[in-house]
């Protein structure tokens, strides 16, 4: 088993159960998230035959970065997995922090038409280690300590979401990687089941709504899970969030040219989120060669912005990064093994 996988609570637990202390599990919590050991054989406060033991029952990583794209301020990474799949990670420079944005499946079976990651079907789920490694790859290559993770690579976190849970209670705990739950964003397409068990998690990890289109027509035609759950049910889903967790919310839109970026679709977006405790993140797309959708001229986003701004409706139009990589989400995936 990775030991990546385990919270420090399941450690104790390990530790308990071949006769070690609650102190030596918590050390070596240490020695995994703080100190980064590569090898068991690092640990100098534990007992050698407690560290035979461990060595003898764990493994320690599982993925390696193969691919590095680096442009002003950002880089992506691709690993690959042990068998050999691969997924994508981008670490962010922003004047607040450095931010991870991690994968959490390889593949997608969500297929929004204009997203790379969803035009190869999901392979897999990534465990909760895979998920945590990618941060601790990116530290050790950046020799610096990532302050904020957004779960919106690869995959759709919700349709693996006992992966996705453990992944946060790992990365948030205070002897491990100490990212506060506030500094964690997940992203879903909107699966309302799980976005109703999410509520009832405890952390204050923030959720952000991959949107897209203010209408069910043109979301059904763009995210095919519009069909299973509509935007009338995923709104009152999203507003019963709200009141349970008092957590304000993100709403997505990738503007697409010609397609969802008229000054229509605009009123449409703001009549829809009015009065509720959100904003709008506009996205200008990043093209694909194999999608056929193009990203809405800067004219025209200012003049949805606009639009938004003027009916009240907080928004902002997320900073571009990696224009002279290959920005897409799953682009650098797709490269590599399409060749």
């Not at 534990?46 to 035979?52: E, S, V």
């Not at 950046?142 to 759709?156: A, D, P, Q, T």
């Not at 992944?167 to 909107?190: A, E, M, W, Y």
């Not at 993140?281 to 809405?296: A, D, K, V």
Request: glycine share 4%.
């Amino acid at each position: 088993m990775n030991i990546y996988d385990l919270t420090k609570e399941e450690l104790i637990c390990y530790f308990l159960s071949i006769g070690a202390k609650k102190y030596h599990a918590e050390e070596m919590y240490r020695w995994l998230y703080q100190k980064k050991i590569k090898d068991f054989s690092e640990v100098t406060n534990i007992k050698k035959d407690i560290l035979k033991q461990v060595q003898k029952d764990f493994s320690l990583g599982s993925i390696s970065v193969v691919q590095v794209e680096r442009d002003t301020d950002v880089s992506k990474y691709l690993f690959e997995l042990s068998d050999s799949c691969h997924v994508e990670a981008v670490l962010m420079m922003h004047d607040y922090g450095r931010s991870i944005c991690v994968s959490s499946q390889v593949g997608c079976n969500m297929g929004c038409k204009f997203c790379e990651s969803g035009r190869r079907k999901k392979v897999r789920n990534l465990k909760a280690s895979e998920m945590v490694e990618q941060i601790l790859k990116v530290e050790e290559d950046l020799g610096k300590r990532i302050s904020h993770v957004v779960v919106m690579g690869i995959g759709e976190p919700f349709d693996n979401y006992d992966s996705f849970i453990q992944f946060v209670k790992i990365i948030n705990d205070p002897l491990g990687l100490q990212i506060g739950s506030r500094h964690i964003t997940v992203s879903t397409c909107g699966i309302i089941p799980k976005i109703e068990e999410f509520s009832l998690f405890p952390y204050q990890v923030n959720l952000a709504i991959s949107l897209h289109a203010p209408n069910d027509l043109l979301r059904s035609r763009l995210m095919p899970i519009n069909k299973v759950y509509p935007l009338k049910e995923l709104m009152i889903s999203l507003k019963k969030y709200s009141e349970k967790t008092s957590r304000r919310l993100t709403f997505e839109y990738i503007l697409l040219k010609d397609i969802n970026d008229s000054e229509h679709y605009a009123l449409e977006l703001a009549n829809l989120i009015k009065g509720m405790n959100a904003y709008v993140n506009l996205i200008p797309y990043n093209s694909t060669e194999n999608l056929g959708f193009f990203r809405s001229d800067a004219f025209q986003i200012m003049k949805f912005y606009d639009i938004l701004k003027k009916n009240h409706i907080n928004v902002t139009i997320r900073r571009e990064f990696g224009s002279n990589i290959s920005a897409a989400c799953g682009q650098l995936r797709s490269k590599k093994e399409e060749l």
